[in-house]
């Protein structure tokens, strides 16, 4: 049983900051060879990429809307995967998604991703 379990969501204000952070267990799940994802899901809306990392690191790729904001990075000793928001925007509420892409580079896909958690819900007030 593999479980993703994101934690680190609130309310903020439209100019802060806030970690994000997702926790990977399972017997079966080898967090080191799985490419990490985040993604959201506003209200109304269809769930969209924000940012993907690869299995060491060596590539990320962020979404033109987060880019320069957001940042994404992983400690595969800790199965634990991270998105880092700095200067919040209230468009940027949604619930944040993290998911594992069993691959080599970074995909963009939601179809892509083989394991997904359950969400946490970011809110950005103006």
């Known amino acids: 049983q593999v479980q993703l379990v994101e934690s680190g969501g609130g309310l903020v204000q439209a100019g802060g900051s806030l970690r994000l952070s997702c926790a990977a267990s399972g017997r079966t799940f080898s967090f080191s060879v799985y490419a990490m994802g985040w993604f959201r899901q506003a209200p109304g809306k269809e769930r969209e990429f924000v940012a993907a990392?690869?299995?060491?690191?060596?590539?990320?790729l962020y979404a033109d809307s987060v880019k320069g904001r957001f940042t994404i990075s992983r400690d595969n000793a800790k199965n634990t995967v991270y998105l880092q928001m700095n200067s919040l925007k209230p468009e940027d509420t949604a619930v944040y998604y993290c998911?594992?892409?069993?691959?080599?580079?970074?995909?963009?896909?939601?179809?892509?991703?083989?394991?997904w958690g359950q969400g946490t819900q970011v809110t950005v007030s103006s």
């Open positions: 998911a594992g892409d069993r691959t080599v580079g970074v995909r963009t896909t939601t179809p892509e991703y083989d394991y």
């Open positions: 990392i690869s299995r060491t690191s060596g590539t990320t």
